[in-house]
């Protein structure tokens, strides 16, 4: 493994220099957009439960089967990144729609009651109360998006545009296991370090919900 | 000053919490209200803050009417506290105490010295400023509560349960700095509860609330406990309400004997005066301490209370060094109760 690492660095470093962008470039589209629609879901309550719905359904279609079918839709490319970016983009508004909604649900409403009482207006209380106390559930989905998107990458592959999964691929046709083996051990490692990477985040932002463990 | 003028709400599924209610609520002082559950005390105290809208009539605060000031300007004017504090778990306690100044665009550095100061007012140490909520015990957060309620000095405040969450001791004691608090600052206070021994500790007037949002009676504590206007205030009020209304009434009248012999038990004073002890062989064991005095300041409840307390049937009453100067055995309190009920 250390000889066709030390042979294929230039190869493994351009699958790992591919996979990034494609796995994180969705998940910040993804985030984005799924703020305002889980918000819908929660601020009209009737909205709550078609939107469970379709992110369900949305994440029960399988990879593969979206890389190949978007480039019709969109009319890409087949061997464009873009299908998979629009695919794990998709994926992640799924998952994280749901996700904020439930985060904001979260919210004791008897603090977004006291917010009005106070004089908070809708917009207000949404970004400096509501929002803020859902962070921890919305970081929660953010992990198992990230990872999820990393090791969806890789079934891009099949298809000629899939990072590390390309060493799958190559070690599969060339039945050698030693690109695999690399492979998986830098999804692992890029999967736990995003992860790491995400709760320093939330351990930063959200510094009150470890506080009463602090409790004197 | 606070005028309710023929209120009516009615909830979309028909219920009506609230059937024309005309009342006022004098500046300056606490109103409670009081009532079971359902009897559209709270609907009646949110609705001047307009968290609820009314039906029908119009509520005037200070003369001006709520439903044609905009809602959030409205709220910031007037303070707020709940049950449970509500404080914001994301907020320092610095932070959450300057929640109505930062809406209303002070500077932070204002924000937080008045927040400071009000930390202070409210009995808790300046150290726990840059502590979140929940670092901070039930009766502290509430301390919060009213602290942030009060941080843009509004002339009114609205309190729902604003004690019933936390344990009786610390109940007590939130009580009576609550109303030290108000000695001082003379806010006029709406406060909703259900505990009619905290309305008749707090209030300045009682609204007493009946099912259906119709008033049983308004009045002094002391009016409600003496004269109840109908059975449901009586029953409301409590059994025990001819022993409660002896909270309203001074012992400095009440007829003192000199010190000496009761019951075969002498009172034994220490070199300053003060009573420690009573003594002989009317007390079981020789000897029992003396576990209370009062005042002529004090009530004819905590007279009441002594004597019924006392191994001796009789209440010890200091001056105010806390020197003993009379004694009231219990039979002495009987006659006395008796006279002042009978026709002159």
Not at chain 1, 109 to 129: H, N
Not at chain 2, 66 to 77: F, H, N, Q, S
Not at chain 2, 144 to 159: Q, S
Request: hydrophobic content about 45%.
């Amino acid at each position: 493994m250390i000889d066709y690492l030390s042979n294929n660095s230039d190869v493994v470093l351009a699958a790992l220099r591919q996979h990034v962008p494609l796995a994180f470039l969705p998940l910040l589209i993804g985030v984005v957009l799924a703020l305002p629609v889980g918000y819908l879901g929660v601020r009209f309550g009737w909205l709550y439960h078609p939107l469970l719905n379709a992110s369900g359904i949305v994440y029960s279609i399988p990879s593969l089967a979206l890389f190949v079918t978007l480039p019709y839709v969109l009319g890409t490319r087949i061997l464009s990144p873009v299908n998979i970016v629009v695919a794990l983009s998709l994926y992640t508004l799924a998952l994280m729609a749901r996700t904020v909604a439930d985060g904001l649900r979260s919210v004791d409403a008897s603090l977004t009651e006291a917010a009005t009482a106070m004089g908070y207006r809708r917009t207000r209380r949404l970004l400096e109360v509501e929002l803020p106390l859902a962070l921890p559930v919305v970081l929660a989905g953010v992990r198992v998006a990230a990872v999820s998107n990393i090791s969806l990458v890789s079934v891009g592959a099949l298809i000629g545009v899939g990072g590390l999964g390309a060493l799958f691929t190559r070690g599969f046709q060339l039945f050698y296991p030693a690109p695999i083996l690399v492979g998986v051990i830098l999804s692992v490692l890029l999967a736990a370090v995003t992860d790491l990477v995400i709760v320093s985040i939330q351990r930063a932002v959200t510094p009150w919900s470890r506080a009463s463990a602090r409790r004197a | 000053m606070i005028t309710f003028e023929h209120i009516r709400k009615q909830f979309p599924d028909g219920t009506v919490a609230v059937d024309d209610l005309d009342l006022e609520l004098p500046s300056g002082k606490i109103t409670v209200f009081v009532g079971p559950s359902g009897c559209g005390k709270t609907t009646s105290l949110r609705m001047i803050n307009r968290m609820v809208e009314p039906t029908s009539g119009r509520i005037l605060v200070d003369g001006e009417d709520v439903l044609e000031k905009d809602p959030a300007v409205l709220r910031r004017g007037i303070g707020y506290v709940i049950q449970h504090a509500g404080l914001f778990p994301h907020r320092t306690v610095v932070d959450n105490v300057a929640t109505v100044p930062h809406l209303l665009g002070r500077s932070k550095k204002e924000r937080r010295a008045a927040a400071m100061e009000l930390l202070e007012r409210v009995g808790l140490p300046t150290a726990f400023a840059d502590r979140y909520p929940s670092q901070l015990s039930g009766g502290q957060q509430q301390r919060v509560g009213v602290a942030r309620a009060l941080a843009a000095d509004p002339p009114v405040m609205l309190m729902d349960e604003p004690f019933s969450a936390v344990d009786p001791v610390v109940r007590d004691q939130l009580q009576q700095e609550f109303l030290r608090l108000q000695s001082e600052l003379g806010k006029t206070i709406a406060l909703v509860t259900h505990d009619i021994d905290e309305a008749v500790k707090l209030g300045d007037t009682i609204a007493v609330f009946r099912a259906g949002g119709h008033l049983a009676q308004v009045g002094t504590p002391q009016e409600l406990l003496e004269r109840p206007a109908d059975d449901f205030v009586r029953d409301f009020v409590g059994r025990d309400r001819g022993f409660r209304g002896l909270s309203f009434e001074s012992a400095a009248s009440l007829p003192v004997r000199p010190l000496g012999e009761v019951g075969g038990a002498r009172l034994v004073l220490d070199d300053s005066g003060r009573p420690v002890c009573w003594e002989g062989p009317g007390v079981r064991g020789g000897s029992a301490p003396v576990e209370g005095t009062f005042t002529a300041h004090d009530s004819l409840r905590l007279v009441t209370d002594l004597a019924l307390s006392s191994p001796v049937a009789t209440a010890v009453r200091v001056d105010g060094a806390g020197r003993a100067d009379g004694l009231v055995p219990h039979h002495d309190l009987v006659d006395h109760l008796a006279a002042r009920r009978a026709p002159a």
